[in-house]
């Protein structure tokens, strides 16, 4: 089953996220407004010990900053998200205790993701995470963004679990 871990962007900043989606005509998201931190396929018999793994993370909570816009994945349009120490420490945090829970069945075609993917499961993790923020999908003419320099606070982390559609598992706070 597939599981994501990720920072929800909430408030206002989510809002204009989704008004440049619909001005530009992109397509919707399956998850509201979030910066992934981790993505993989687990088995759901690991998720109550993924659960208690995520929970032990300590972390204050921080800033985090988003930058230009970028095609991720051949369609999905991204504003950047400034990678910060705090929120690159975070992600290795996450990738850490999930990569013993990782089910690695079929290796990503790209070789530049084999080894990120042989480590944690996910290719896209390590020094290949790209941290962003989807806007929506589909192809977007320019790439000035009226998101740039906007922020928000990484403040929360949540365990989602794709069963037919997106379902938040659990929910865990960082410090203040």
């Known amino acids: ?5 990720y920072v929800p962007v909430e408030g206002q900043l989510a809002g204009e996220v989704d008004f440049w989606r619909r001005v530009w005509g992109l397509r919707e998201r399956a998850l509201a407004p979030h910066c992934t931190l981790f993505y993989g396929s687990f088995s759901e018999r690991d998720e109550w010990e993924m659960r208690e793994s995520l929970a032990s993370i300590v972390q204050h ?38 990569k013993v829970f990782a089910k690695k069945e079929v290796p990503p075609k790209d070789e530049a993701l084999v ?4 480590e ?7 020094e290949n995470w790209s941290p962003h923020v989807t806007v929506g999908y589909g192809f977007l003419r320019g790439s000035e963004s009226p998101l740039e320099g906007r922020s928000f606070r990484v403040g929360e982390i949540v365990l989602a679990r794709r ?6 598992v659990a929910r865990y706070f960082l410090r203040d």
């Open 1 to 5: 089953m597939d599981y994501v871990v």
């Open 61 to 98: 909570s921080f800033p985090a900053r988003l930058d230009g816009l970028a095609l991720f994945d051949n369609d999905a349009v991204v504003s950047r998200v400034r990678p910060d120490s705090d929120l690159t420490v975070l992600h290795y945090k996450v990738a850490e205790r999930l």
């Open 115 to 118: 080894p990120a993917y042989a």
């Open 120 to 126: 944690f499961g996910w290719g896209y993790a390590g």
């Open 163 to 168: 069963n037919g559609s997106w379902q938040d």
